[in-house]
């Protein structure tokens, strides 16, 4: 009889930042042109590794599906947060929620797996040079990429169905940026005891075999440079994974500081800007760190201006 009495909730509310207009449009125009900046940048690398001679190695190739991961990541968040902030907060549906929730994760998971492929591209073409183009064919390359994307978005697909499954009678104020699990289980009228469990118990896998694959990695790459005699052939080692290395440690960082630092002591405010780290900023650092810190990518921009006439 009581479940009977319940109002199903059908949409939620996301709060935003409850903050001045002034501020709200600073940061709808700040969010805007990080928006178009990183939609630029990883457009950039993914039409340089299609067309550029130079680029067509499985470095780059994972560099490319990197960057399509970015593109994904960040139009799933901002268009929305960009509606938040004009209009100091905003309603989505159920069905729109858990779809947002789908496609935020979903990358999350691809990128911790793709960024264990390239240290283990690195690895083989550090310590196994002779036998690089033999191991990563282009077949191979395809093939790992493949299994990322499908392990990534299948994975999530199971709490995806568990959430969906959810009751939710109110309220349906989510005091946050975007749809995320923590808000969400938090709403919901169901027993979430199952769903917390499955996300720890198959969580851990999911970050403790590709930090274990990049760890390993990267163990064998330090001893194999460290036993190069000179130290122009080491720098120029270290130097071909150095970008994968920062990239490395800015994901991770941002995801831990989200997910598994305790946010007790933190304000709803703090756990929001927290939240935009790998959101919104880290699609926007991934082509910047590569451009910058890539010949490569850089002679690819140089002829692809020639041969346009741009200068």
Not at 63 to 82: A, E, F, G, W, Y
């Amino acid at each position: 009889m009581q479940k009977n009495n319940l109002t199903v909730v059908k949409e939620f509310f996301l709060l935003g930042f409850q903050i001045g207009q002034d501020l709200r449009y600073f940061l709808f125009s700040l969010f805007f042109v990080i928006y178009c900046g990183t939609l630029c940048g990883n457009l950039l690398i993914i039409t340089l590794v299609s067309t550029s001679r130079i680029l067509h190695t499985p470095m780059y190739f994972f560099i490319s599906q990197l960057s399509i991961s970015d593109i994904m990541l960040i139009t799933n968040i901002v268009p929305n947060i960009l509606h938040i902030l004009l209009n100091n907060g905003g309603t989505i549906t159920l069905i729109g929620c858990i779809t947002q929730f789908y496609f935020l994760c979903g990358p999350e998971v691809f990128d911790c797996f793709i960024l264990a492929v390239m240290s283990y591209d690195r690895y083989v073409a550090i310590c196994n040079p002779l036998r690089y183009t033999s191991i990563m064919t282009s077949r191979h390359c395809v093939l790992l990429s493949s299994a990322c994307w499908l392990f990534g978005f299948s994975f999530i697909l199971i709490f995806i169905i568990k959430i969906a499954k959810l009751i939710f009678c109110g309220p349906n104020i989510i005091d946050h940026l975007y749809c995320d699990v923590v808000p969400l289980l938090e709403l919901a009228c169901s027993d979430t005891f199952i769903i917390r469990l499955e996300i720890y118990l198959l969580g851990i896998p999911n970050i403790f075999i590709p930090t274990t694959i990049i760890i390993l990695s990267y163990t064998h790459i330090v001893l194999v440079i460290l036993k190069i005699p000179s130290s122009t052939g080491r720098q120029k080692a270290f130097s071909t994974c150095s970008s994968h290395l920062i990239v490395v440690s800015i994901f991770y960082w941002t995801l831990f500081s989200v997910y598994l630092v305790p946010t007790n002591g933190l304000t709803l405010t703090m756990n929001k800007v927290l939240s935009l780290l790998y959101t919104v900023f880290t699609p926007l650092i991934n082509p910047i760190i590569y451009s910058l810190r890539n010949k490569d990518i850089k002679k690819a921009v140089q002829e692809t201006l020639h041969k346009h006439n741009f200068w």
